[in-house]
């Protein structure tokens, strides 16, 4: 049984051989086939900022930090993750790439100067030949930033730290800043209405209030509402400070085609070897060792041994 899996080992082997040069032109044809079409793509260049949330009570913030960073839940969200929820929030993409009209420039082509309307692909003309063909709608720039825009949120440092790519180092850059401008100026939106809303409903209040106490209590809440509204004018500090600033990149973050072609060559390689270690194994590939249909010497030598026992 052992003599019979080390035949079984030897055969595949030797047909693996018999393949080598098979193998090595292929796995190398695709490696250049993969380098080939990666030229074809454009590069894309990454840009990033580093930020911190701002506070309203430093103390309050400190021991949240203090609890999480010892891995204990304080019951809610922290500031952090408001804010990495609030730069993943779909609606604040829409809101930057509609003012800014940034889907031509991050998937050039994708629109047409002339009549200011999308471009269809492809795919659109197989599968949906009516669609593709409208003005660029909410899911068009959802679609343009899924795979490019990166947020994350370190709770224990508390930091975030939000990145772009597209096809130029600038506008990454530029789409970053887009983004923290943006966040800031929504923030801002719902403070102010926040702090409306509750100085007309404590203003309400404090009319049909006549304990004397209470309309002192209501007096308080309401220029705390006055305090807050005059911090959300602090622009520069409300909301989260900036850490590092957006830089406009100096290398490309991707296609890494050498790399990405390596890769190809190894795979296929390994592919190749698998499929004839499988097809001698299954004795397919042991027969007919040379082109003349005749039977090669090591398997010859292999059948003279068979025979002897």
Not at 203 to 228: C, I, K, P, W
């Amino acid at each position: 049984m052992a003599e019979d899996s080390a035949i079984d080992l030897r055969s595949s082997f030797f047909a693996v051989r018999r393949r080598l040069t098979l193998i090595l032109c292929a796995s190398f044809a695709a490696g250049v086939a993969t380098m080939l079409y990666l030229l074809t793509v454009p590069n894309q260049y990454k840009a990033s900022a580093v930020l911190t949330p701002v506070s309203e009570d430093n103390k309050m913030q400190g021991s949240i930090g203090a609890l999480a960073s010892v891995g204990l839940s304080v019951g809610g969200p922290t500031k952090v993750e408001e804010l990495v929820g609030l730069f993943r929030s779909k609606d604040l993409t829409v809101r930057v790439f509609r003012k800014y009209n940034l889907l031509p420039l991050v998937i050039p082509n994708a629109v047409d100067n002339a009549t200011g309307k999308l471009k269809p692909k492809w795919q659109d003309r197989l599968f949906d030949p009516g669609g593709g063909k409208g003005t660029p709608g909410d899911w068009n720039f959802i679609r343009a930033s899924e795979g490019r825009l990166n947020v994350g949120g370190n709770v224990k440092a508390g930091t975030l730290t939000i990145s772009f790519e597209s096809p130029s180092p600038q506008l990454s850059a530029d789409i970053v800043r887009y983004y923290l401008e943006e966040a800031k100026s929504r923030l801002q939106e719902e403070a102010f209405d926040r702090a409306n809303k509750n100085k007309k409903f404590i203003e309400g209040n404090v009319a049909s209030t006549v304990d004397a106490l209470s309309r002192d209590r209501l007096y308080t809440l309401f220029g705390q509402e006055v305090e807050r509204e005059m911090l959300a004018r602090n622009r520069e500090q409300f909301g989260f400070r900036i850490i590092d600033a957006p830089r406009a990149p100096d290398r490309k973050s991707r296609p890494r085609r050498a790399i990405e072609s390596a890769g190809v060559f190894l795979i296929t390689s390994l592919l190749l070897c698998t499929f004839f270690l499988l097809r001698g194994a299954g004795g397919k590939d042991v027969r007919g060792g040379d082109e003349s249909g005749g039977a090669s010497p090591q398997v010859g030598r292999i059948q003279e041994s068979e025979n002897r026992q």
